[in-house]
């Protein structure tokens, strides 16, 4: 079975932090750059952050700059986005999505849901 799995979403206050991971399971995330995207309630689905497959290059959405890092450590065929200082409008279902450069090889994870709310 190929599959992502998105894990470490849950209910945190404003302010305060979590992070999320994405598992890849059934094949090896060397060769795939990863993004994370997120949907609101209500609103249609955007592009958080993005990474390249070595790691060396990052990209984020300017909502969420300079408060979410993502990382890769591809031993553990594992991506991670660190979230701090969250706010209310950060409430979504967050998603990571697999893609090899120069390949139609596309994968997405079902998603974690993250709610940040007092």
């Known amino acids: 079975q190929l599959q992502l799995v998105e894990s470490g979403g849950g209910l945190v206050q404003p302010g305060g932090s979590l992070r999320l991971s994405c598992a890849a399971s059934g094949f090896t995330l060397d060769y795939y750059a990863i993004g994370w995207f997120r949907q609101a309630p209500g609103k249609e689905r955007e592009g958080v952050s993005c990474?390249?497959?070595?790691?060396?290059?990052?990209d984020y959405a300017d909502s969420v700059k300079g408060r979410f890092t993502i990382s890769r450590d591809n031993a553990k065929n594992t991506v991670y986005l660190q979230m701090n200082s969250l706010q209310v409008e950060d409430t979504a279902v967050y998603y990571c999505?697999?893609?090899?450069?120069?390949?139609?090889?596309?994968?997405w994870g079902q998603g974690t849901e993250v709610t940040v709310s007092s």
């Open positions: 990474i390249s497959s070595s790691g060396g290059s990052t």
């Open positions: 999505s697999a893609q090899r450069p120069f390949s139609s090889d596309n994968y």
